[in-house]
């Protein structure tokens, strides 16, 4: 693929701007709906936000890391830019697509490239009963909360609550709770990539829960349900040295 025209937007840190300003001079920006590639520079935070902030544009996005982590981004460097991005392997990411009812009875939809998790709002713990596919899997988790994460995901909050990190391309989703407290030895499960999880809030006035994809909270949810969403397709340009099923598969052999 030929990158003629390139938009290149970055975080608002120091590096990144220097670098936005750099990258601009040498090879030209683009308006990001115009453009062949974006190229974000910035941290997985920033590329997580480009993701949303572009995600009808069926543009490729390659990252570059001027940030923290830098899990989902490549090294950075000013040099041989073109040359890169046409080595670039795709790596295409479908979104969980959350659906959740408010007390109020509203119906809130947002869209998660990492995961959509539930949190308890208050002092108490809550209370949660797990269908998947219309089923009930688990009568009640008491907990302060429970997520499930894409694979592209697994590396981030989800391996932070203990639950698996899940290779590219596996056909699974992780369900994993967040400090579970009844059942004390469930530690989450793996289902399949087109299961509907559907999370039911018990006791939702005494106990209440919020509901967050990626960034988007929304608060005193009765109800969420959760599911892939096929339809709407990301493509991540990564360095064929280190992409980012080689990350993910490296992460499970970290000591």
Same mark, same amino acid.
């Given at each position: 693929? /030929?990158?003629? /025209?390139?938009?290149?937007v ?23 709906e ?9 941290? %997985? ?12 544009c ?21 040099? %041989?830019?073109?040359?890169?991005l #046409?080595?670039?392997?795709?790596? *295409? ?14 119906? !809130? ?25 219309g089923?009930?899997?688990l009568? #009640?988790?008491?907990c302060?909360?429970?997520?499930? $994460?894409?694979? $592209?995901?697994s ?6 609550? !203990? ?27 793996l ?11 018990? #006791? !939702? ?5 919020? $509901? ?5 909270e929304? *608060? ?6 959760? *599911?892939? %969403? ?26």
């Open positions: 693929m /030929k990158f003629a /025209k390139i938009a290149f970055a975080t608002d840190n120091e590096a990144a701007q220097r670098a936005l300003r750099h990258l601009n001079h040498t090879y030209g920006q683009a308006p990001p115009e453009a062949d590639v974006i190229v974000a520079l910035g941290g %997985d935070g920033f590329m997580l936000e480009t993701l949303h902030r572009h995600i009808d069926e543009v490729p996005i390659y990252g570059m890391n001027r940030g923290t982590v830098g899990f989902l981004m490549n090294a950075y460097s000013e040099t %041989d830019l073109l040359n890169r #046409e080595r670039a392997q795709t790596v *295409r990411l479908h979104p969980l697509a959350m659906a959740a009812v408010t007390a109020d009875r509203k119906v !809130h939809e947002a869209l998660a490239i990492n995961e959509v998790s539930l949190l308890r709002e208050t002092r108490q713990a809550a209370k949660i009963r797990i269908r998947i596919d089923r009930v899997r009568e #009640e988790l008491i302060d909360g429970v997520l499930v $994460a894409t694979p $592209a995901g590396t981030a909050y989800n391996l932070s609550a !203990h639950g698996p990190i899940v290779p590219l391309g596996a056909g699974v989703l992780a369900l994993t709770s967040i400090s579970a407290f009844r059942p004390r030895r469930w530690r989450g499960a289902v399949s990539h087109k299961s509907t999880v559907c999370l039911e809030i018990l #006791e !939702h006035e005494k106990r209440p829960v919020s $509901a967050v994809a990626d960034y988007t929304v *608060r005193d949810v009765v109800q969420v349900e959760i *599911r892939e %969403d096929r339809n709407v397709g990301l493509d991540l340009l990564f360095d064929p040295e280190h992409n980012l099923e080689e990350r993910i598969l490296a992460e499970q052999f970290l000591p």
